[in-house]
C-alpha cells in the first residue's frame, strides 16, 4: 500500500509527505486517511499505515543528510529540524520566542503548565502581583485556555495550557515537561550557558542601540531649540540702542532742541 499511486501517477507517501508539510499545525493521522479517502475512497489507511510512510520519509531525509525529520508534537505529525542544528538556530529562535513572550509572560505560563488547572487568584498569589493582564495576552495567543470553574468561592475561572502550548514547545504532553530538578541540570549544561551568553550579547547590543536613538532624539530636539532661538524676530539695532538708552539723556536733548535760538 505504501507504493501506491494515483491515478495521475502521484506517490501516496508524497502525498502524505505534501500534506505535513502544508498543514500549519500538526495534522493527525486521522485527518490524513480522510484527506486522502475524499479522492480515492477504496485507499482506507489506518494509524500504522501512516506511521510506516512517515518512517519511510525519515530514512529518506536520513539517507540524503537532510536538515529535518518528521516528528509527533501536539496530537500530529510535523516538520522538524534535526537536534545538531540548533546551535546554528539559536539565536534567531531564541530571538523570535523573547519578542513573542516577555519574561513575566514566560513565568506564568510555566505557573500555568505545571499547576493546572489553575485559577487567577492562585497564579497572583505565587507570583506576587496581579496577573490579569499577562493571562489575557496567553490566551490571546492561544497558549492557554479557560477549562471550567473552581468551586472556591467567586466560581474564579480555571486555566490550562492549549494544544498549540504543545506544538510551541514541541512535547506531545505536558507530562514530557522537564522537572525542576531537570532544569537545573539543562541549565548547567554548557551549551545552554553559551546560548545564555548569546542571549545577554544580543540584549546589551539592543540595550545600547536604544541608548543611541534616545540619543539622537536628544540631539535633535536641541539642534531645533537653537535653531528657533536664531530665528527670533529681533528689533533693529537702533531701536535696542534707544530703548536702553537713559530717558534723562533724551529729555535734555529734547529742551536743547527748544531752546535753541530761532
Not at 204 to 233: C, W
Request: glycine content about 4%; proline content about 4%.
Amino acid at each position: 500500500m505504501i507504493d501506491f499511486r494515483f491515478v495521475d501517477g502521484t506517490r501516496l507517501i508524497s502525498v502524505v509527505e505534501a500534506l505535513i508539510f502544508a498543514s500549519e499545525d500538526p495534522i493527525s493521522w486521522d485527518h490524513i486517511a480522510g484527506i486522502i479517502r475524499e479522492s480515492e475512497e477504496e485507499l482506507a489507511l489506518d494509524q500504522d499505515s501512516i506511521t510506516e510512510i512517515v518512517e519511510q520519509l525519515n530514512a529518506r531525509y536520513e539517507e540524503n543528510d537532510l536538515a529535518f525529520r518528521i516528528e509527533e508534537a501536539g496530537g500530529g505529525y510535523t516538520f522538524v529540524t534535526q537536534p545538531r542544528y540548533h546551535l546554528w538556530l539559536s539565536i534567531f529562535q531564541h530571538e523570535n520566542a523573547y519578542r513573542k513572550l516577555s519574561q513575566s509572560a514566560i513565568e506564568s505560563l510555566a505557573i500555568v503548565a505545571y499547576r493546572q488547572p489553575i485559577t487567577k487568584p492562585e497564579v497572583d498569589q505565587i507570583r506576587g502581583v496581579d496577573s490579569g493582564y499577562i493571562l489575557r495576552q496567553l490566551l490571546e495567543k492561544m497558549l492557554i485556555r479557560v477549562a471550567g470553574r473552581a468551586d472556591s468561592p467567586g466560581k474564579p475561572l480555571l486555566y490550562k495550557t492549549t494544544d498549540h502550548f504543545l506544538k510551541h514547545f514541541g512535547i506531545n504532553n505536558v507530562d514530557e515537561l522537564p522537572r525542576p530538578r531537570e532544569i537545573d541540570e539543562i541549565l548547567k549544561d554548557d551549551d545552554m550557558a553559551e546560548h545564555r551568553r548569546l542571549l545577554m550579547e544580543r540584549q546589551m547590543e539592543l540595550d545600547e542601540n536604544e541608548a543611541d536613538e534616545i540619543m539622537d532624539e536628544f540631539l535633535e530636539k536641541s539642534h531645533s531649540s537653537e535653531q528657533d532661538s536664531e530665528n527670533v524676530d529681533l528689533k533693529p539695532e537702533k531701536d535696542r540702542e534707544s530703548e536702553n538708552s537713559n530717558p534723562d539723556e533724551n529729555l535734555n536733548q529734547g529742551e536743547d532742541e527748544i531752546n535753541k535760538p530761532g
